[in-house]
């Protein structure tokens, strides 16, 4: 049997584990598209939200030409807003909840 002196050896490896990994996860990213290319949504490796852009199709897919960088540019940043919002919000609620359950220990890899 392991004493406890291994114990808390093997634990340590294995918080050490979980920040490399939440490391590698925060900077690596994840993009993808919809409508033949014309949104395009990057999240980092751990959900979070990074960047929208958008084609002009994707506003007036019968005349593209028609939709102006200004007003995309503009739609873009609204939406993202919205959404880094939204993802504040969300993980702030989960934090809470995870604490309430933990009794405020932090656990790495859970928040």
């Known amino acids: 049997m392991?004493?406890?002196?291994?114990?808390?050896q093997k634990a340590q490896k294995m918080q050490q584990k979980f920040k490399e990994a939440q490391t590698e996860l925060e900077n690596s990213e994840?993009?993808?598209t919809s409508g033949n290319g014309a949104v395009t949504v990057t999240l980092t490796g751990q959900g979070?939200?990074?960047?929208l852009k958008l084609k002009p199709e994707a506003i007036n897919p019968e005349n593209p030409s028609?939709?102006?960088?200004?007003?995309?540019?503009?739609?873009?940043?609204l939406l993202c807003q919205a959404l880094t919002d939204a993802t504040t919000k969300a993980t702030t609620q989960m934090e809470s909840k995870m604490k309430a359950i933990t009794g405020g220990i932090s656990i790495p890899g859970l928040f």
């Open 2 to 8: 392991m004493n406890m002196m291994q114990v808390m």
């Open 30 to 32: 994840v993009t993808t």
């Open 48 to 51: 979070k939200f990074k960047s």
């Open 66 to 77: 028609a939709v102006d960088t200004d007003s995309l540019e503009m739609l873009e940043d």
